[in-house]
């Protein structure tokens, strides 16, 4: 059972990332699916989050910028992270059910 996450960076203020997450040994039906992130000296926060059911939920802070997505076939779940800032810069995690992964490192440059 473990997930990964990958596609961290140092991009400059306004850039992109694209997020991936990548499972194994673990099935991700009937479970949430959530993108949590950590900066310096700050509590761990989710970020955004895929519901069992479908729905998705996003910080207010990367609403319209962030996108969470999955492809089950492939056991994988992305985040799309847009217009990027300095204060979303951060280790991101990656969690499904009670499964987390180990961090990949963002940081946006202003």
């Known amino acids: 059972v473990q997930l990964q996450a990958s596609g961290g960076g140092l991009v400059q203020a306004g850039g992109s990332l694209r997020l991936s997450c990548a499972a194994s040994?673990?099935?991700?039906?009937?479970?949430?699916m959530v993108w949590y992130r950590q900066a310096p000296g700050k509590e761990r926060e989710s970020v955004a989050a895929?519901?069992?059911?479908?729905?998705?939920e996003y910080r207010d802070s990367v609403k319209d910028r962030f996108t969470i997505s999955r492809d089950s076939a492939k056991n994988m779940m992305y985040l799309q992270m847009d217009g990027l800032k300095p204060e979303d810069s951060g280790i991101y995690y990656c969690n499904v059910g009670s499964v987390w992964g180990r961090g990949t490192l963002v940081t946006v440059s202003s």
């Open positions: 895929m519901y069992s059911g479908g729905a998705k």
């Open positions: 040994g673990i099935s991700f039906r009937g479970k949430n």
